[in-house]
């Protein structure tokens, strides 16, 4: 979501993982960046399952350690 002047632009769709990207191998990949304590909606839960069934990588991050972590189980270095 944007703010220009009173108009408020939405874009993406409900549940929408915060960094997206596409891997070398030509799969999504989604990372929805928390607090230590954060909690994904039903939206991004729904939005996660999604991009699994498609054989995407979704990782639910609160670290870069994380983020490597899951990467890696997935045969990926960053």
Do not use: C, W
């Not at 994904?40 to 490597?68: C, K």
Request: no cysteine.
């Amino acid at each position: 979501m944007a703010r220009i002047g009173q108009r408020i632009i939405r874009f993406g769709v409900p549940g929408q993982a915060d960094l997206t990207g596409i891997l070398p191998d030509g799969r999504r990949l989604e990372i929805e960046v928390k607090s230590p304590t954060g909690r994904q909606t039903a939206e991004q839960r729904s939005f996660q399952q999604m991009i699994e069934r498609f054989n995407g990588v979704y990782i639910l991050a609160r670290s870069i350690h994380d983020v490597r972590q899951q990467l890696a189980a997935h045969g990926l270095r960053l």
